[in-house]
């Protein structure tokens, strides 16, 4: 199957600095990125859907100039976090369409973040 | 927004037995996707259901889509303790020009050896 990588894999940062989080799909274009959140024993929200070469859509209650998303590139997709506070600490997972159509997604294996 | 009803949320079985988990919505959906998510990992795709009605093995994995489109269900057979993890469910479907799921909150396998 196609294949989804995250950078970093954890990341400690201290309250009120910015965090930067890579999605990249390995061996396919992806037009389409989605960025999630889990909470612990919780199950994955949707945050925002990427675009490449557009602006990203934001689920309702996510604030956009809180979690900036760039999608520069057919393969290449980032979550920044800023001015992070403990309450973002959580996992961040991102996932992309494949070419095999839009009926699938394919995650990367997420970014640990803990803000102090 | 659309949300689906996963159950059970967690289950306790002996090795070799078979497992049953099934997700319900009130909202139909156009595909119906299982995946199982390992502690610190992302999720993986197991099986993914396209028409109502579609059953679809892999493996141990069998899967179906519910004629209504709105519930489907996923029975693992002869459970081995590999098997442990949780298993989301997800609901595909079209809106505002992209595509989403929406997920399940999981069930919480363990198999007891």
């Known amino acids: 199957g196609a294949v989804v990588s995250q950078h970093p894999s954890r990341v400690i940062c201290k309250s009120g600095t910015s965090v930067k989080i890579e999605c990249r799909s390995l061996d396919f274009q992806a037009t389409t990125m989605f960025w999630y959140r889990q909470f612990p024993k919780q199950s994955l929200m949707l945050m925002a859907t990427?675009?490449?070469?557009?602006?990203?859509?934001?689920e309702q209650g996510v604030e956009k100039d809180k979690f900036l998303i760039n999608h520069a590139s057919l393969t290449l997709s980032t979550l920044t976090v800023t001015s992070a506070h403990p309450e973002d600490s959580s996992f961040y997972i991102c996932?992309?369409?494949?070419?095999?159509?839009?009926?699938?997604?394919?995650f990367g294996p997420g970014t640990r973040l803990t803000v102090l | 927004g659309q949300q689906l009803n996963q159950s059970p949320q967690s289950m306790f079985i002996q090795e070799g037995e078979d497992v049953s988990m099934n997700c319900t919505s009130s909202?139909?959906?156009?595909?119906w996707l299982w995946y199982k998510q390992d502690p610190g990992e992302g999720p993986v795709l197991l099986i993914a259901l396209y028409k109502a009605g579609e059953l679809t093995s892999n493996g141990r994995l069998t899967a179906q889509f519910g004629i209504t489109r709105k519930d489907s269900f996923l029975n693992i057979s002869a459970s081995i303790p590999s098997d442990v993890g949780i298993y989301f469910c997800a609901g595909g479907s079209s809106g505002a020009g992209s595509y989403q799921l929406t997920f399940g909150k999981g069930t919480k396998l363990s198999v007891i050896p």
């Open positions: 996932s992309a369409i494949g070419t095999s159509g839009p009926d699938t997604q394919y």
């Open positions: 990427s675009n490449e070469g557009s602006k990203a859509t934001y």
């Open positions: 909202s139909i959906f156009n595909t």
